[in-house]
């Protein structure tokens, strides 16, 4: 899709933040700690390949979904490993391997399959995945793992790591965390050989379970500073956000009391009212559910008030704006905030799926 450029609807992105965020939590890990970037999703909405321009000095790998979004960081110019952290159907390995992307393994039927694409796997690298407890993929015991070490390495491929994914790293309750934990760790010794790299923690691990790092750490939404818990449990020390959408009103109208504003007439307003119209709706992400939210204009906050429609919103002014004034509808405003763990909270799902859900059609800048 082609964004929007001659709009005022923008995602603002401070690439520094992201480059603070990194630093502030690298600073709370132990040293030697490897630091892989996790940008898929177009880096949580963030922009990809800037993203990862922007802290490439700083990071020793990154990590993404799938073999698109891992193409796309390398023919970009990212030199890197880039892991890619699910799984990639066994037909696409020659195409890994030719960009030098780093694969996860994560059974020992997809090892077989793969090999009757490729017995030689010589110039692959991979990192074994363990299912200890998240449920989705993986191995679930020494047994098989072992077997597809041997079955690697006798093929040439270089096995770089291991590692698995917590489910509950994010809560305040740390027992399932615990047996996820231990079982992770009597498959690590029931292992006849440990590969380099060995990874547990995405930003929750990270931030709540510092100590459990055992050599690399994949940091995902921390880096891009928000809360991973959400609401749950607090920061251990501060992160920045470093995304704000911000537009400009396009229309202002004062209407009497009685006027329907929007489809379906859900608003009629109470009295003399200023609304005012903004150039962003449904299809850039910021979802139907929106509806009577709020947005901050001059500092002040203000309603959205009826549907949000496809392209547009209509909010509530205190007073007259001219055509072109500023809104935020995240981020900061004088002395006011909206952050994606409000929007969150509001629509009642997570601060990562607010900035997941951004479109295409809105333009990244960086700053
Ligand atoms: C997405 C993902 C991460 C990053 O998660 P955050 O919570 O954003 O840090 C880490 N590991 C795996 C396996 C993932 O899928």
Not at 105 to 117: N, P
Not at 157 to 176: L, N
Not at 296 to 319: A, E
Request: hydrophobic share 45%; net charge negative.
């Amino acid at each position: 899709m082609i964004p929007s450029l001659h709009r005022p609807t923008q995602v603002v992105v401070e690439t520094d933040k992201i480059r603070e965020n990194i630093a502030t939590i690298q600073a709370h890990l132990p040293k030697k700690t490897q630091t892989f970037a996790v940008v898929k999703a177009n880096a949580y909405g963030h922009g990809a390949q800037e993203v990862a321009q922007a802290v490439e000095d700083q990071v020793d790998a990154f990590c993404v979904s799938n073999l698109d979004e891992a193409l796309e960081l390398r023919t970009a110019g990212i030199a890197q490993d880039i892991l890619i952290l699910g799984v990639v159907m066994p037909d696409n390995l020659r195409l890994a391997r030719a960009y030098r992307i780093t694969l996860t393994v994560a059974s020992l039927e997809w090892l077989d399959q793969a090999q009757a694409f490729a017995k030689d796997l010589r110039g692959l690298q991979v990192h074994l995945k363990v299912d200890s407890g998240m449920g989705r993929i993986g191995f679930r015991d020494a047994e098989s793992l072992n077997k597809a070490m041997t079955a690697l390495e006798a093929a040439g491929c270089e096995v770089a790591g291991i590692f698995t994914h917590f489910a509950t790293a994010d809560e305040a309750d740390v027992s399932f965390f615990e047996q996820q934990l231990t079982r992770f760790k009597t498959i690590l010794a029931d292992l006849d050989k440990l590969p380099p790299l060995i990874h547990s923690s995405n930003s929750a691990t990270s931030l709540w379970h510092a100590d459990t790092v055992f050599n690399a750490v994949r940091l995902g939404a921390a880096m891009y500073g928000i809360n991973p818990s959400g609401q749950a449990l607090d920061l251990p020390y501060p992160l920045e956000p470093a995304l704000s959408i911000t537009s400009e009103l396009v229309h202002v109208k004062e209407v009497p009391a009685g006027s329907q504003v929007g489809y379906g007439a859900t608003y009629v307003s109470l009295f003399d009212e200023v609304i005012g119209t903004l150039p962003i709706g449904y299809a850039d992400g910021y979802t139907r559910d929106m509806q009577d939210f709020y947005v901050l204009v001059d500092g002040h906050f203000c309603p959205v008030v009826g549907r949000v429609s496809m392209d547009q919103i209509t909010i509530r002014l205190p007073k007259v704006y001219p055509i072109g004034t500023r809104v935020t509808l995240l981020g900061t405003d004088g002395a006011n905030q909206i952050t994606a763990t409000d929007i969150a909270a509001y629509r009642q799902t997570i601060n990562y799926e607010v900035l997941c859900l951004l479109s295409d059609r809105i333009p990244r800048v960086y700053r």
